[in-house]
T-cell receptor
Framework: DAMVIQNPRYQVTQFGKPVTLSCSQT?????MYWYQQKSSQAPKLLFH???????NEADTPDNFQSRRPNTSFCFLDIRSPGLGDAAMYLC??????????????FGPGTRLTVL | AQSVTQLDSQVPVFEEAPVELRCNYS??????LFWYVQYPNQGLQLLLK??????LVKGINGFEAEFNKSQTSFHLRKPSVHISDTAEYFC??????????FGAGTRLTVKP
């Protein structure tokens, strides 16, 4: 089945130690998104790629970076995780950034714990 | 820019009772509307969506929603809930060619 895969499902890191979260998709979608979801809150969009074009949300901290080496993979890099970065990180894809084909499909998420 | 308000943060109901989860949106242009469900420690799963056409939209797991343009609402309904419907439900809105914005979520708890 075509799907969005996130690895690992659970990640533990130390304060200040860089961490990378991975997302892959078999949907062949052009757009990939990263969201941060803190406990009992709505997902918050960090940034997205439309093909190779990177689109950062205005309030996304510089501590968060992303890479998309090819259509299938997208990575979220947190350069120096703080305690406030502990959250569920959700990857999503869509075939277009808007318009009638616009629906986002989500992966299962990676829960990040910062010690 | 669009925004979404989910009027109830928590909705407790008994098994086999009907349920309605309320969602209102704010936008000055045409919108697309979505409902997602999130089970504990999992990602979001699309329940249903309204893009155009019929205002009554049927989704998975027996859920349906009705788009009401005059009231700017997109309420989610199910005539008879099961224990397995216990989850967090998110309403989301997207203006044409804009990113999606989520509501704060409604926690549905189904009690035996």
């Amino acid at each position: 089945d075509a799907m969005v895969i996130q690895n690992p499902r659970y990640q533990v890191t130390q304060f200040g130690k860089p961490v990378t979260l991975s997302c892959s998709q078999t949907l062949n979608h052009n757009v990939m998104y990263w969201y941060q979801q803190k406990s009992s809150q709505a997902p918050k969009l960090l940034f997205h790629y439309y093909d190779k074009d990177f689109n950062n949300e205005a309030d996304t901290p510089d501590n968060f970076q992303s890479r998309r080496p090819n259509t299938s993979f997208c990575f979220l890099d947190i350069r120096s995780p703080g305690l406030g970065d502990a959250a569920m990180y959700l990857c999503a894809t869509s075939s277009a950034p808007g318009g009638p084909r616009y629906t986002q499909y989500f992966g299962p998420g990676t829960r990040l714990t910062v010690l | 820019a669009q925004s979404v308000t989910q009027l109830d943060s928590q909705v407790p109901v008994f098994e086999e009772a009907p349920v309605e989860l309320r969602c209102n949106y704010s936008s000055s242009v045409s919108v697309y509307l979505f409902w997602y469900v999130q089970y504990p420690n999992q990602g979001l799963q699309l329940l249903l969506k309204y893009l155009s056409g019929s205002t009554l939209v049927k989704g998975i797991n027996g859920f349906e929603a009705e788009f009401n343009k005059s009231q700017t609402s997109f309420h989610l309904r199910k005539p008879s809930v099961h224990i397995s419907d216990t989850a967090e439900y998110f309403c989301a809105v997207s203006e044409r060619n804009n990113d999606m914005r989520f509501g704060a979520g409604t926690r549905l708890t189904v009690k035996p």
